[in-house]
């Protein structure tokens, strides 16, 4: 019987840098075996994966502080003591990055899993997560970034979103390219895509792929709990122990961060010839498969 063909593992050709992100802190980060690499373009359920791989690592424990465990390491504004918290930990890693796969330091040992979204809904969550945020979040973000002002704009979604899809994910960083290099990397053995919309329509089995795909087997006895401390409401309670500084970046703290969690709030607001136009723009930027896999969900298998 043949070896199977050594994959062609991605390989990084630039760097990425605007007001949030520094690419280069992956170039000398050291990965160990088993490493967990949680990617989304942003408000596409990073929080909510990072709870669920902690629950899987931590046997469904209380009081994670998923927080402090799981940094967002090519944040720029990364305390010098998170990576060092991440070298020093002892039980098995999980980070996440809100890079394309090409801006990334791709490694063998670790498992990565990155979650889709519907781009509209993603809009909408990055509005709450922007238009809520305080003065001294944009004041961070503005400080040391040597590029146009970081600025709140107007609190109206509607516009919001007309900026977000003519601008390609302004004032954040670039959509289209995001999902297309996640997506072309599905068939690689140690990638896991998995969509927003099959994790809320069914949690429990979405973290059984999710433990298959690590090879961390839940206790049957603990698996229950597991669940609960992964659905909305047990995370809407406990959201200083999930969100960002603790939710001190928005005005109401961890549990506005922690918003809704819902879809389609878009289409009493969008017209019919704006939801057309997205749909267009996605077949255009994705190709048919990626289009209708970030639309609706379901397996993203390579063809």
């Given at each position: 019987?043949?070896?199977?063909?050594?994959?062609?593992?991605?390989?990084?050709?630039?760097?990425?840098?605007?007001?949030?992100?520094?690419?280069?802190?992956?170039?000398?980060?050291?990965?160990?075996?088993?490493?967990?690499?949680?990617?989304?373009?942003?408000?596409?359920?990073?929080?909510?994966?990072?709870?669920?791989?902690?629950?899987?690592?931590?046997?469904?424990?209380?009081g994670i502080d998923v927080?402090?465990?799981?940094?967002?390491?090519?944040?720029?504004?990364?305390?010098?003591?998170?990576?060092?918290?991440?070298?020093?930990?002892?039980?098995?890693?999980?980070?996440?990055?809100?890079?394309?796969?090409?801006?990334?330091?791709?490694?063998?040992?670790?498992?990565?899993?990155?979650?889709?979204?519907?781009?509209?809904?993603?809009?909408?969550?990055?509005?709450?997560?922007?238009?809520?945020?305080?003065?001294?979040?944009?004041?961070?973000?503005?400080?040391?970034?040597?590029?146009?002002?970081?600025?709140?704009?107007?609190?109206?979604?509607?516009?919001?979103?007309?900026?977000?899809?003519?601008?390609?994910?302004?004032?954040?960083?670039?959509?289209?390219?995001?999902?297309?290099?996640?997506?072309?990397?599905?068939?690689?053995?140690?990638?896991?895509?998995?969509?927003?919309?099959?994790?809320?329509?069914?949690?429990?089995?979405?973290?059984?792929?999710?433990?298959?795909?690590l090879d961390t087997p839940?206790?049957?006895?603990?698996?229950?709990?597991?669940?609960?401390?992964?659905?909305?409401?047990?995370?809407?309670?406990?959201?200083?122990?999930?969100?960002?500084?603790?939710?001190?970046?928005?005005?109401?703290?961890?549990?506005?961060?922690?918003?809704?969690?819902?879809?389609?709030?878009?289409?009493?607001?969008?017209?019919?010839?704006?939801?057309?136009?997205?749909?267009?723009?996605?077949?255009?930027?994705?190709?048919?498969?990626?289009?209708?896999?970030?639309?609706?969900?379901?397996?993203?298998?390579?063809?």
């Amino acid at each position: 019987m043949p070896e199977a063909a050594t994959p062609a593992w991605p390989v990084k050709t630039r760097e990425m840098h605007n007001s949030h992100m520094n690419s280069t802190a992956w170039n000398d980060f050291k990965f160990r075996e088993g490493d967990v690499v949680i990617a989304t373009y942003a408000k596409s359920g990073t929080t909510w994966m990072q709870q669920i791989v902690a629950q899987l690592i931590f046997g469904g424990a209380e009081g994670i502080d998923v927080h402090q465990l799981s940094p967002w390491v090519e944040l720029r504004l990364l305390p010098p003591d998170a990576k060092a918290g991440l070298e020093a930990q002892s039980h098995r890693r999980f980070m996440k990055t809100h890079l394309p796969v090409d801006a990334l330091v791709f490694s063998p040992r670790a498992k990565y899993i990155y979650i889709g979204r519907d781009g509209r809904d993603t809009a909408w969550s990055f509005f709450n997560h922007h238009f809520n945020a305080n003065d001294d979040y944009f004041k961070r973000y503005n400080a040391g970034f040597d590029g146009p002002p970081f600025e709140r704009g107007t609190g109206n979604v509607h516009e919001f979103y007309g900026d977000w899809m003519s601008r390609n994910g302004f004032p954040y960083w670039p959509f289209w390219e995001n999902v297309r290099s996640w997506w072309g990397i599905r068939h690689l053995p140690n990638a896991m895509l998995i969509h927003f919309n099959d994790m809320k329509t069914d949690l429990a089995g979405s973290i059984r792929r999710i433990a298959e795909f690590l090879d961390t087997p839940a206790d049957p006895a603990v698996f229950p709990k597991i669940v609960e401390h992964c659905s909305f409401d047990y995370m809407k309670a406990n959201a200083e122990q999930v969100t960002p500084r603790g939710g001190a970046s928005w005005n109401g703290g961890a549990k506005t961060f922690i918003n809704k969690g819902t879809n389609g709030r878009w289409r009493d607001v969008l017209t019919a010839d704006e939801i057309a136009a997205y749909d267009a723009k996605a077949l255009t930027e994705l190709g048919a498969d990626c289009a209708r896999w970030l639309a609706n969900g379901g397996q993203a298998t390579a063809r």
